[in-house]
């Protein structure tokens, strides 16, 4: 891979390495993210993905390689030096205050990339509304559905207008009726705001139809990469996954197909 500086990416791993107590979490890999694009990340669970993230974001020390963004390296920033980068996730196991309400857990979102409260609040309030949240921002966190609270976290994640906007399993435990709503809304933080996304998720259907490009771990390594269509066409994918050899691209509502072999859900 070339130069993060020289090439115009909008976010580049070089070679990043992650090592917990002698486990390889990740292993040299290598990515790169442009304006506007959104990446699938995909994969096994304990393949790596959340570490990719918790590198990109601060979150993990790397061991090994480097990460720029915008040509800048900032493997060694904090995650609230990143933020303010321009850098803005979500994590795995929601992490809103309950306590509080929709509207004031998205505005902290503003608040911790230095909006003041009054911008905060304009933008907030703006957000809410253009993703239908409006008529709940007085609720508590905790009495939303499990929906709108994943909604909200993204929400929280967005209106910092990231440059980059990092989702961990934004559409877990979601019901199909709430994908849709959640897709929207990652396309509005690219399309409005030019972000570039990295969504990851176990649910594959969801993650094809939204990505531009689509990496696959497996084990802390990229096991493949490229267009959707690449990817259900790989049967490495699959054997990733279950453990078989199978076909992606069946029909595969429940994971496997009429002779009962496990492929990945993919349409
Ligand atoms: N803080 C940590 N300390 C030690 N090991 C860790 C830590 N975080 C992750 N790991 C290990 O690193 C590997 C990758 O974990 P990671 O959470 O990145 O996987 P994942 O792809 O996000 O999985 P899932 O789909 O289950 O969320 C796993 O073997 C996991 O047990
Ligand atoms: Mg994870």
Excluded: W
Aim: overall charge negative.
């Amino acid at each position: 891979m070339s130069e993060g500086a020289d090439d115009g990416h909008l976010l580049v791993c070089q070679e990043v390495t992650v090592a917990y107590a002698g486990l390889r979490a990740l292993s040299a890999v290598s990515l790169t993210l442009d304006r506007a694009e959104i990446i699938g990340l995909i994969g096994p669970n304990g393949a790596g993905k959340t570490t990719l993230v918790n590198a990109m974001s601060g979150f993990a020390p790397i061991t090994h390689g480097s990460i720029q963004l915008g040509g800048a390296e900032i493997s060694k920033l904090s995650p609230e030096r990143r933020a303010h980068r321009g850098l803005a996730r979500t994590f795995q196991h929601g992490r809103l205050f309950g306590d509080l309400s929709a509207r004031e857990n998205v505005e902290l979102g503003a608040i911790a990339v230095g909006c003041s409260a009054r911008e905060a609040r304009r933008r907030t309030h703006a957000l809410l509304e253009e993703i239908g949240l409006l008529d709940l921002a007085a609720s508590p966190a905790s009495e939303l559905s499990h929906g709108d609270q994943q909604r909200v976290s993204v929400a929280r994640a967005v209106v910092a207008e990231p440059a980059v906007l990092l989702l961990d399993e934004p559409a877990a435990g979601l019901p199909a009726e709430g994908l849709g709503e959640l897709a929207s809304l990652v396309e509005h933080a690219r399309s409005a705001r030019g972000a570039g996304v990295v969504v990851i998720d176990h649910n594959v259907e969801f993650v094809l139809g939204l990505s531009d490009r689509v990496v696959v771990l497996d084990h802390g390594e990229v096991l493949t990469e490229g267009t959707p269509a690449h990817v259900r066409s790989h049967a490495g994918v699959a054997a990733a996954y279950f453990g078989t050899v199978g076909s992606v691209g069946t029909d595969g509502t429940d994971g496997t197909d009429e002779a009962g072999t496990r492929t990945v859900p993919v349409p």
